[in-house]
């Protein structure tokens, strides 16, 4: 096993090294350029400009500013005050070792800082969402599975499609009409609820100085996003579960448990249940990785303060700091989604470990 | 004369009589023969006929038969409800028909969905053959690379790429073709290899066939059916990942309408016109949802094994 693990790591290790170059390219190619950016005050005069340029490497051939970016250059002599000639070391340590430059929009402050204050909540949301995704879609598949070809598996399967095919922000929006606007109206008649919006309708607790309570006590404003993005987990694992119990259903060892006399919920759920779950093991990566992805509508629409939002926030204001510190630390949480997915499928199927590769 | 034609006639039903009794069919007439009896995918697939059809003739709909245009602003008919006189389904904010603007946004939603997925259908067929039918050093560098590209998340990559390039339609095409072809070479590329050690192609080599030709005359028509399941899946993602984009403000701009960008224009004035919100919200939904159930209907169509 532990060479398993060992071996999966090894294997991230190009890969991470492939998402600092694509990034990179991309942040390249982006329009403005660094040093117009940071001397946008016109009282700077040329040869100032000129000189950052040449201290911040802009002229330089890609690999030697890729380079710079990715181990820094305090191990190089650089030319700091322009004169054609090297004359110094460098002040940049590159962000193999954490240094990921400062954010334009905040001065000075770095992106690393940034995006840690903000992956609690990132973090927190996508927790509660793979609970309540993996679970419901759990029960619906299975109840699908045991009810085989009767209406609830048939409106369950529809109802899977579907979650797939709706936007997610505007199931988001649907919800908070719902909730904010119309159903308070209707109810206030009768007196249930004042006409304010049943739940918050966004953020992720009152604004209080201080940050925010502890998050038992703020549990009513994770209701409404953790929902809306459980929905698409929810109808992909219901439809995996409901194929896997029924492939696991028609093997031998589930005909000879029910030979022998065990009650069909036995069966279902001590021999089914247990089997039809591992292969799913191989969607649980996917899974966490697409919540990464998708966090960015998410949090937009619900003003919830995570690193999606972070990234929205950053490339709207063009602060390329930001924007490239929290796509390569996103893509570094995917990659460990993936890996601890592998790792989780590796425990639960001895073949895999063996073997080497997926089935 | 009569004689000879009657005989012909008879030989013709028998030759009928005989295809339904001892049916020999090819895969993709029996998979058209379940689909004949699959109530919901039919369904589905004249839905979004009609909907393709709708889009086709946008302004020859909204013109002619309607008589009004996508662009015409005015002032005084903002936010008009449904079924108002003159615009049956009202008009927006800057007062232009809302009918007209979902059929030319049906198109180039519809448009972008179909030329990206074909697009990176495409490159993954070739690429994924490629790495399928070598192997070796090309097959890993290949994987690598798709490992790469898929561990960033996608929406990420695409906000970041459309801030580079402004997204018109084309652009837009070009984007989701470039970054959306790693599913399909993943699944061509299993297939080739399990496809390329069966005896028909060691014949086809056997007779002197090219790499090239074993790879695109004997290889990619075996896994054909696999590609039709894909293309339908992939148009609905990629309406969807349009809109996504579009609600976040790096699709394609205003005032070109597409339904994303309408949705997430319509978003501000739900308050005040909630049929901007809902009607291209369920076009969507309604379209991607055809497509889906029209993968999966394929699916089962080609490979009735798996449905159950």
């Known amino acids: ?359 | 004369m009569t004689r000879g034609r009657s005989a012909i006639k008879i030989a013709k039903l028998k030759h009928r009589h005989d295809d339904r009794f001892t049916p020999s069919l090819n895969l993709y007439q029996k998979a058209f023969r379940r689909i004949r009896s699959d109530r919901p995918t039919l369904l589905a697939m004249s839905v979004l006929v009609v909907f393709v059809l709708l889009a086709l003739f946008a302004p020859f709909l909204s013109e002619t038969i309607f008589q009004v245009d996508q662009v015409t602003q005015a002032v005084r008919n903002k936010y008009l409800p449904l079924f108002s006189e003159g615009h049956v389904l009202g008009t927006d904010e800057l007062g232009r028909d809302h009918l007209s603007r979902l059929l030319y946004g049906g198109r180039i939603s519809l448009g972008i969905g179909v030329a990206a997925a074909v697009l990176s259908l495409g490159i993954g067929i070739v690429v994924g053959v490629f790495a399928g039918f070598y192997g070796g050093i090309a097959d890993d560098l290949i994987n690598w690379f798709m490992i790469t590209l898929n561990s960033i998340p996608g929406l990420y990559l695409l906000i970041i790429i459309t801030t580079l390039l402004s997204p018109a339609p084309l652009t837009l095409v070009l984007i989701f073709g470039m970054l959306g072809w790693t599913g399909t070479t993943r699944l061509v590329r299993a297939e080739t290899y399990s496809i390329k050690e069966r005896e028909y192609i060691i014949a086809a080599r056997a007779m002197g066939a090219s790499n090239r030709r074993i790879m695109f005359i004997h290889i990619v028509p075996n896994i054909f059916s696999l590609l039709i399941i894909t293309l339908s899946q992939a148009i609905g993602g990629l309406i969807l990942a349009e809109s996504a984009l579009s609600f976040l403000g790096f699709g394609v701009q205003p005032p070109t309408p597409t339904w994303g960008n309408m949705l997430s224009g319509g978003l501000e004035y739900a308050r005040k016109a909630p049929h901007l919100v809902y009607l291209p919200g369920l076009l969507i939904t309604t379209t991607v949802f055809c497509l889906y159930l029209i993968g999966d209907g394929l699916r089962d169509a080609f490979d009735p094994k798996i449905a159950d």
């Open chain 1, 1 to 359: 096993m532990q060479r398993y693990i060992v071996r999966r790591l090894l294997q991230a290790i190009p890969t991470f090294f492939g998402i600092t170059i694509i990034v990179y390219i991309i942040m390249l190619l982006a329009p403005g350029d660094p040093v117009a950016l940071m001397t946008f005050d016109p009282s700077i005069r040329q040869d100032e400009r000129e000189r950052l340029a040449i201290k911040l490497g802009v002229n330089d051939p890609f690999h030697i500013q890729y380079l710079r970016w990715l181990i820094g250059d305090d191990w190089m002599l650089v030319d700091s005050n322009a004169d054609g000639e090297v004359d110094s070391w460098g002040d940049n340590y590159g962000i193999l070792r954490g240094d990921f430059g400062s954010s334009f929009k905040f001065r000075g402050s770095n992106p690393l800082d940034l995006i840690s204050q903000r992956l609690g909540a990132t973090i927190e949301l996508n927790i509660a969402v793979v609970l309540i995704g993996v679970t419901g879609g759990l029960l619906i598949g299975v109840l699908a599975a045991v009810q085989r070809g009767r209406a609830f598996d048939k409106s369950s399967r529809i109802f899977a499609v579907l979650g797939d095919s709706v936007p997610v922000f505007w199931f988001a929006l649907l919800a908070i009409m719902l909730m904010g606007l119309v159903l308070p109206r209707a109810l206030e008649p009768h007196g249930i609820g004042d006409g304010s919006p049943f739940l918050p309708m966004g953020g992720r607790c009152p604004p209080v100085r201080g940050g925010c309570p502890p998050i038992y006590a703020r549990l009513h404003y994770m209701i409404l996003p953790v929902l809306v993005s459980a929905l698409g987990p929810i109808a992909g694992w219901s439809r995996f579960m409901r194929a896997s119990m029924l492939e696991t259903i028609n093997s031998d060892y589930i005909r000879t448990a029910k030979a022998k006399g065990l009650t069909s919920r036995g069966v279902w759920i001590g021999h089914g249940l247990r089997n039809a779950i591992i292969p799913l093991m191989v969607f649980l990566g996917p899974l966490m990785f697409g919540l990464i992805g998708g966090s960015v509508i998410i949090e937009r629409i619900f003003s919830w303060p995570g690193i999606g939002l972070l990234l929205f926030d950053s490339v709207v204001s063009r602060d390329y700091p930001v924007v490239m510190t929290s796509v390569v630390i996103g893509s570094i949480l995917a990659m460990l989604g993936y890996i601890a997915a592998d790792i989780l499928y590796a425990l639960s199927d001895p073949r895999v470990r063996f073997s080497g590769a997926r089935p």
